[in-house]
């Protein structure tokens, strides 16, 4: 069954068998929470799981790659990684089907298939190790020849783009292209907006707000996920914006290739599965969707994740034990966003808003780096 990793004299209490469809943040930490409770079958295309959050740090700092990607081979004792892709899954037999044609069977499925972004948001779904390094050492590279960077989109992936880049080459000229008028979600306070904005203008990153990039005319594809100059960016309302190198931080793409084919009946029309306030698939007792993948009505981070996993681990738990079960209640929107090294600002859930010292000691620092490592058993790299 793939690459299984060591076992360990003290078998899990219980044999029922746990698949976890997605090793991103969400389902690594469900599988490392359940691998001493059940068998835990941990599937995912990647050799290693992709610290994505730390991801455009590397861009500005190409050796921090090396800190961003965790082998998932060791990272459970008992339970095992598969190395592949399910390509669909059979909610009668309870088995999945992976891209090899070998099925997978379960007595519990966890959706945790995550969402795709355009690099450097994210790799390409089935990048290995070695091909994460090589891709952020060409976009390093590219971004070190170019003397105007233009990034389109202004959620949390452009915003924090921006910010590295103008942080760690301000003199450069860098803009932020977005078709609305206000940056990031609408469920962020404008306080932390405004905290974000004055940032970007005391970091001189220029904005063009309120005006749309028509992305039909420009060719990104998965084997070249940004522009090289020098091109000119012309919005609907005429203005144009030279650029030597152009990144784009649009198109977040739910990945439900996984389910798609015979769950259609439980999906939102962005991809997402439909689930009820345990988090189960609607109507499906046994499985289960978390993360990005899911219909929650809350702003889905890394951060999120985690209460999903924490909210599935203990449900499966209670679900075994005949008990009954914890309703997952979704929170208030946080958010900690880095512009770069030393600066940015940090919602707190009770809707607080903190400036660049606590969100440097949260994330801007290291991007939270540590702390995934330790999560998941491994010694971090020093460089």
Known sequence: MGNSSSSSSLAPKHNCQVVIVGGGYGGVKLAIDLDSYCKVVLIDPKDAFHHNMAGLRCIVEPSFVNKTLIPYEGVLKHGSFVKNRVVSCNISRKTVTLASSEEISYDYLIFACGSSVPFPGKVPLGTSMKGAQQLYRDCADQVTKSNKIVVIGGGPVGVEL?????????????TLMHNREQILDDRLSRKFVKRIQDGMKALKVETVLGERVDMDDLNFDSDKPWITGPVTLTTDQGTSVPADLVFRCTGLKVNSVAYQSKLSDKMEKNGSLKVDRFLQVEEIENVFAIGDCNNTPELKLAYTAKLHADAVAENIKRLNESKRLKEYKPGNSAM?????????ATQLPNGMVAGSFLTKSLKGKDVMTPSFWKLMKQKMPSN
């Open 162 to 174: 921006v910010g590295e880049l103008a942080t760690d080459f301000p003199d450069k000229k860098v």
């Open 336 to 344: 900690s966003l880095p512009l770069g090294r030393n600066g940015g």
